[in-house]
């Protein structure tokens, strides 16, 4: 299973991105799919997740500013962000977790660096 991220850049203070993230290979059902961020020194944490019956979930620092959404078709998965803040420079990953009969199986992309300038 591959997964590749894109979309990520440097953006001034209030200004948007819209990452991207493309899942290929998987012959089993992806359930979750979601976006986390990390920077140097700090434990990766979640921005947002949505699974396969469409629910979404927000860590708090980001509601009202990114939006999460998912092609099913494409396996694809996209976050756009909007409002951005300097805090929100981080590198950014996607995650996809896919269920095999008896357990579940977590893939990551690479990361997409994005960079809030003040």
Not at 21 to 30: K, L
Not at 44 to 53: D, F, I, N, P, Y
Not at 56 to 78: C, E, M, P, Q, W
Request: net charge positive; proline share 3%; glycine share 10%.
């Amino acid at each position: 299973v591959q997964v590749v991220e894109s979309g990520g850049g440097l953006v001034q203070t209030g200004g948007s991105l819209r990452l991207s993230c493309a899942v290929s290979g998987s012959i089993a059902p992806i359930t979750v799919m979601g976006w986390y961020r990390q920077v140097p020194g700090k434990q990766r944490e979640l921005v947002a997740s949505t699974s396969s019956g469409e629910s979404t979930n927000y860590a708090d620092s980001v509601k009202g500013r990114f939006t999460i959404a998912r092609d099913d078709v494409k396996n694809t998965l996209f976050l756009q962000m909007n409002t951005l803040k300097p805090e929100d420079t981080a590198v950014y990953y996607c995650h996809a977790r896919v269920k095999i009969p008896t357990r579940y199986l977590d893939y990551w992309g690479q990361g997409t660096q994005v960079t809030v300038s003040s």
